[in-house]
């Protein structure tokens, strides 16, 4: 039981409660321009960094939904190229086929729903810079300092959506590469297999040959 928990963890099928950072932290106003400079730049190259992060999340994102497509669409081709040979396979041979073709379909679907997670733009509300910001301060350091603030908060806050979408790609590269690794092993299984199917069509020749030599000898006579 303990390593089914531990596997649906594994492909995020299982939530884990994470502590997220506190959005709202208490900010000491500076009073000297100069630090609060450099705090501002700060922030800034950290809210840089993070834009930087979520567009390499994004990207891997939807290049991995796109390979998802097609691999699925060679592996249901694949399968129904093959299907009238299932029918030659003893019954624990089926079972084992459609044990792990369940599997890889299963693991194909989940890939595909936690990477299109991410393209629900509704469930990522960011936040930005306000209006107010301008217009409620007016001399340079209150204006500095309440910058400051926002992105304090901008920062923390596009940082928790951001490991959410991250922990989306890495469940859904993590089903991706079992649902692979699993299309291998069906295919190893139908190629052993092949070698166990009675070879109907040498049977079916054979057929009209004994026919032929009756209707022949029957002929002569």
Same mark, same amino acid.
């Given at each position: 039981?303990?390593?089914?928990? *531990?596997?649906?963890?594994?492909?995020?099928?299982?939530?884990?409660?994470? @502590?997220?950072?506190?959005?709202?932290?208490?900010?000491?106003? @500076?009073?000297?321009?100069?630090?609060?400079?450099?705090?501002?730049?700060?922030?800034?190259?950290?809210?840089?960094?993070?834009?930087?992060?979520?567009?390499?999340?994004?990207?891997?994102?939807?290049?991995?939904?796109?390979?998802?497509?097609?691999?699925?669409?060679?592996?249901?081709?694949?399968?129904?190229?093959?299907? *009238?040979?299932?029918? @030659?396979?003893?019954?624990?041979?089926?079972?084992?086929?459609?044990?792990?073709?369940?599997?890889? #379909?299963?693991?194909?679907?989940?890939?595909?729903?936690?990477?299109?997670?991410?393209?629900?733009?509704?469930?990522?509300?960011?936040?930005?810079?306000?209006?107010?910001?301008?217009?409620?301060?007016?001399?340079?350091?209150?204006?500095?300092?309440?910058?400051?603030?926002? #992105?304090?908060?901008?920062?923390?806050?596009?940082?928790? #959506?951001?490991?959410?979408?991250?922990?989306?790609?890495?469940?859904?590269?993590?089903?991706?590469?079992?649902?692979?690794?699993?299309?291998?092993?069906?295919?190893?299984?139908?190629?052993?297999?092949?070698?166990?199917?009675?070879?109907?069509?040498?049977?079916?020749?054979?057929?009209?040959?004994?026919?032929?030599?009756?209707?022949?000898?029957?002929?002569?006579?």
């Amino acid at each position: 039981m303990k390593m089914i928990k *531990d596997y649906l963890k594994y492909i995020g099928f299982w939530k884990v409660p994470q @502590e997220s950072p506190p959005t709202k932290e208490e900010f000491k106003k @500076e009073k000297k321009i100069s630090i609060a400079e450099r705090k501002l730049a700060y922030l800034k190259e950290m809210e840089a960094n993070h834009i930087e992060r979520r567009n390499t999340i994004e990207t891997k994102n939807s290049q991995l939904i796109g390979q998802a497509s097609i691999v699925s669409s060679v592996f249901f081709l694949f399968i129904s190229l093959l299907i *009238d040979s299932f029918s @030659e396979v003893n019954l624990l041979g089926r079972i084992i086929l459609s044990v792990i073709f369940l599997v890889v #379909l299963i693991h194909y679907l989940y890939a595909v729903i936690q990477a299109t997670k991410t393209l629900e733009i509704n469930r990522y509300q960011y936040p930005n810079r306000s209006t107010s910001t301008i217009s409620n301060n007016k001399k340079e350091i209150d204006f500095i300092n309440e910058e400051i603030h926002d #992105l304090i908060y901008i920062v923390n806050k596009s940082s928790e #959506l951001d490991n959410q979408k991250g922990d989306n790609l890495l469940f859904a590269a993590r089903c991706f590469q079992i649902a692979n690794i699993g299309f291998g092993i069906l295919t190893i299984c139908i190629i052993i297999m092949t070698f166990f199917i009675p070879n109907s069509s040498k049977q079916s020749n054979e057929k009209p040959k004994v026919d032929d030599q009756v209707c022949a000898t029957t002929t002569k006579q």
